[in-house]
């Protein structure tokens, strides 16, 4: 009985494994490694999704809602779909031990291997935001799932390449030297002030008993994906929906008038924060702008707020993470923004 339990397991994880690396590939790693050349190449990797070849963005109307809706859906359908079903078969393959023996420890050995975990997934923040929900169902401690959610971001390899071929790697290191403590610090930080006890903040979800079958893994795993789908999705989308249509009053006309002046930085810092941009979407946006003649400050703010989070990821974690926990989280991003402005305020940096 035992042995044959070991083989299921077994047999289950492989099937996550393998499910995962082919997703990865298809969706990112191979993606990603032609567009290094583009950028390499070309030093751009495409448009700003935010404004286009524009000074400014449309001015608040359904119209600007749907289109950015649009154009930021057909950036990451795949990558969504690819983190639902990660998320669902984290339960509905992995036996909760399993997660809680990598990702369990509240200490900094869980954070610093949730954060090395994320750097392959090079998913942006929502699209990690599955995989996270379904890590803290399975008991991985809050300070591993997220730095799990935000090095999926912040320490993205193709994106640190990608910038430092479009931007300058003097914009790179700037990424770094903040980014590692950001996530690290960060993952630390949320294990202090997250108080032991169910994983989600809403009331953990009562634990099935472990599959037998192929059968029951299939049920399992069809019913936790429409489960999450049904629940993380419409919120999304309208929260999505929401921001493209005024996104014209977070972001006002670019150009010279915005320097280095503290009210920029922390104006661009905090909509950073808030807006939601698919994977490496922050390297054009950045470079639209200075193009623009807008400040290095500001620039630097939305650099590092523009990836980690958004509102629509912060509100597909508010079962998974008490509300205070989030609420740290996004100020502490924001503060980094603060930073990276200054710092590239002080250096000059274009």
């Given amino acids: 009985m035992a042995v044959a339990l070991h083989t299921a397991r077994t047999l289950r994880l492989s099937v996550f494994v393998l499910l995962a690396i082919a997703g990865l590939f298809y969706v990112k790693w191979y993606p990603y490694y032609g567009r290094a050349f583009v950028?390499?190449?070309?030093h751009s990797?495409?448009?700003?999704?935010l404004m286009g070849d524009e000074a400014s963005a449309p001015a608040p109307s359904w119209s600007a809602a749907l289109g950015y809706a649009l154009a930021y859906g057909k950036a990451i359908w795949?990558?969504?779909?690819?983190?639902l079903v990660l998320g669902s078969g984290i339960q509905a393959l992995l036996p909760v031990n399993w997660v809680q023996r990598v990702l369990g420890s509240r200490g900094f050995g869980g954070v610093l291997a949730g954060g090395l975990l994320a750097m392959p997934g090079m998913m942006c923040t929502c699209c990690a935001a599955p995989v996270v929900v379904g890590l803290r169902q399975h008991q991985a401690a809050p300070g591993a799932a997220i730095a799990f959610w935000l090095g999926n971001t912040v320490l993205n390899p193709a994106t640190l390449v990608f910038t430092g071929f479009v931007l300058g790697w003097h914009w790179t290191v700037l990424r770094i030297l903040l980014g590692v403590p950001m996530v690290f610090g960060l993952g630390y930080l949320a294990n202090r002030i997250t108080s032991p006890g169910p994983s989600l903040a809403g009331g953990s979800?009562?634990?099935e008993p472990e599959p037998r079958s192929t059968t029951e893994v299939g049920k399992r795993w069809a019913r936790i994906f429409g489960?999450?789908?049904?629940?993380?999705?419409?919120?999304?989308?309208?929260?999505?929906?929401?921001?493209?249509?005024?996104?014209a009053w977070m972001f006002p006309h670019i150009g010279p008038a915005i320097g280095n002046q503290w009210f920029w930085i922390a104006g661009f810092a905090l909509a950073g924060m808030l807006f939601v941009i698919p994977t490496a979407g922050e390297v054009p946006i950045v470079q639209a702008m200075l193009a623009l003649g807008m400040g290095g400050g500001?620039?630097?703010?939305?650099?590092?707020?523009?990836?980690p989070v958004s509102l629509p990821s912060l509100a597909m974690l508010g079962r998974s993470f008490p509300a205070r926990?989030?609420?740290?989280?996004?100020?502490?991003?924001?503060?980094?923004?603060?930073?990276?402005?200054a710092l590239a305020s002080l250096l000059g940096m274009r």
């Fill in 298 to 307: 500001p620039a630097a703010a939305l650099l590092m707020t523009l990836p």
């Fill in 39 to 42: 950028a390499a190449a070309h």
């Fill in 45 to 49: 990797i495409g448009h700003s999704i």
């Fill in 205 to 207: 979800l009562p634990m």
């Fill in 227 to 247: 489960r999450m789908t049904l629940r993380l999705i419409p919120e999304y989308v309208v929260i999505v929906l929401l921001l493209g249509a005024i996104r």
């Fill in 78 to 83: 795949q990558a969504m779909l690819l983190g």
């Fill in 325 to 341: 926990t989030l609420v740290v989280m996004a100020a502490a991003v924001f503060g980094c923004g603060l930073l990276g402005g």
